[in-house]
């Protein structure tokens, strides 16, 4: 008994030496990893890493390489650079968005994927060749025999039958190819929007800039003629401070405006997939296109962009390549019938001129137990074939909200340029009248600055509502899936008659 426990306290004494000198040895030898000499991490949360030396000067390396290199433009745009059009404003942001080089290569991806599928209706062949020095022991009176054995074969194999697996595995690779090759229109529609939202930002920040001028040069005029009225003593010192602070804001706005015409010319840049500091500009008539109501209604659109539109298609895909897995995983669990052969020819050095051999085998495999797995991944691949069926809905119910609100606020923003027409034309003749007014010295300079100010307003908002009704239709042709690569749509249109004034702050 004494023996027992002594043997059982020196192996409880061991085992503990031995994980101690473990947990040691692993405490000194385990850390945080080095990279060319400097910790790969920081020490701590709140402390900043220190990279090492190498990387910097790679990095460095690198922006060197991209700051030196002239901005990619296609040749066909370089002489156009100072002017381009709404057209060529998006046919450079197709060329050079990621976005679309992303879809693209994922869209090549997925077709690779379904041409490596479709090879399952195919016989596998393989070519082998296998040679061998082979020597022999002496043995029981046989001599030792040396030998080369050269054996060139060929084999066969060929899935017969699987209960609809093979299918499944090559209509999922189509839906995935379908769903990826929508994805991609949808990423090219995406950048088309984009684009134009930036370009017609950008020509709506220089008219708000030529109208801001317009407005500074009225308010240097009212000055100019409100000390002269003082001059005569026909005004007081308060209505030069008046026609000053005035003319001190149409100032500021302008050189506010001023800074939003580069911010936003930078905007379309990045949109163009260009350097913001890249020398180009743009061709603003395309946002001076006359304004025109929809001669479609809102259900024709909804219908069309039910048909249209590429992300939905793209769930609708992605909703069958779900359904398809469960196939797969359906036949996993029945038997699969399948042929292989193999034949080939031995060449040895006691028969160079070699004999033949082949094998010919139909195999029937059936699976009969798998702990359950079998019948739980066709169970999983049931529910991810309806939550991905319910996505589906879920994108079809999307994007009828989508067209829908796009359409009203499409016919809102009609309406609001129509009232900014006649805000602008009252506002114009109030302005006059109280310059007059001013002039004959019936009217005061607070009267003039007032009516002044609403025109400036009126100017301002008529810009800002004809940008709205540009994006607005640009976005309804996106949500309907019709916006095309030239940044047009073929939504139809009927033009509103609007007064002469309509094109006056765009020119």
Not at 25 to 47: I, K
Not at 83 to 88: M, Q, V
Not at 127 to 155: C, D, E, I, L
Request: neutral net charge; glycine residues 6%.
């Amino acid at each position: 008994m004494d023996a027992s426990l002594a043997r059982r306290s020196l192996v409880s004494t061991l085992s503990t030496l031995a994980a101690a000198a473990t947990l040691g040895g692993l405490g000194a030898c385990v850390g945080t990893p080095r990279v060319a000499g400097v910790a790969g991490a920081a020490p701590a949360p709140n402390v900043p890493w220190t990279p090492p030396p190498s990387a910097v000067r790679a990095q460095l390396r690198t922006d060197s390489v991209a700051h030196a290199a002239p901005p990619a433009l296609p040749a066909d745009l370089a002489e156009r650079i100072h002017r381009l059009t709404l057209a060529e404003v998006v046919d450079l942001a197709l060329r050079n968005n990621t976005a679309t080089r992303i879809a693209w290569a994922n869209a090549q991806a997925a077709a690779a994927s379904y041409g490596s599928a479709t090879g399952e209706w195919l016989p596998t062949v393989d070519g082998n060749v296998s040679g061998a020095r082979v020597k022999t022991a002496a043995s029981q009176g046989r001599t030792a025999v040396q030998q080369w054995v050269f054996t060139p074969s060929v084999s066969l194999s060929y899935l017969l039958f699987d209960f609809g697996g093979r299918t499944g595995r090559v209509s999922e690779a189509k839906q995935t190819l379908l769903a990826a090759g929508f994805g991609h229109n949808a990423a090219i529609q995406d950048v088309i929007l984009q684009s134009e939202v930036a370009y017609f930002n950008y020509v709506q920040s220089r008219a708000l800039l030529e109208a801001q001028r317009t407005t500074l040069r009225e308010a240097e005029a009212n000055l100019a003629a409100t000390e002269e009225r003082r001059r005569v003593g026909l005004a007081t010192i308060a209505d030069v401070l008046q026609a000053r602070t005035a003319a001190s804001r149409a100032a500021l706005n302008l050189q506010t405006t001023e800074g939003q015409v580069q911010t936003t010319r930078g905007a379309l840049a990045l949109a163009l997939g260009v350097p913001a500091n890249l020398p180009y500009d743009i061709d603003s008539t395309a946002a001076e296109v006359p304004i025109a109501q929809l001669a479609d209604s809102v259900e024709t659109i909804i219908a069309t962009a039910i048909r249209q539109r590429p992300d939905l298609a793209a769930a609708r895909a992605q909703a069958e390549a779900a359904h398809a897995r469960i196939s797969q995983l359906r036949a996993a669990r029945l038997p699969a019938l399948a042929f292989s052969a193999n034949g080939g020819r031995t060449y040895t050095t006691n028969n160079p001129s070699g004999a033949n051999s082949y094998t010919l085998q139909l195999g029937l495999s059936i699976p009969l137990f798998a702990g359950f797995s079998r019948a739980y991944d066709q169970r999983a691949a049931e529910f991810r074939a309806e939550a991905a069926a319910a996505q589906a809905e879920q994108v079809r119910q999307r994007v009828v909200y989508d067209v829908f609100a796009s359409y009203y606020d499409l016919q809102t923003s009609t309406r609001r340029v129509r009232t900014a027409e006649d805000l602008l034309a009252s506002a114009t003749q109030s302005s006059e009248v109280a310059l007059a007014r001013y002039k004959a010295g019936v009217g005061t300079i607070l009267d003039l600055l007032n009516a002044q100010s609403a025109l400036a307003d009126a100017r301002n908002e008529l810009i800002q509502s004809r940008l709205a009704w540009s994006v607005s239709l640009a976005q309804l042709a996106h949500d309907a899936g019709l916006l095309d690569t030239r940044g047009g749509s073929p939504l139809r249109l009927t033009p509103v008659t609007l007064p002469d004034s309509t094109q006056t702050p765009n020119r």
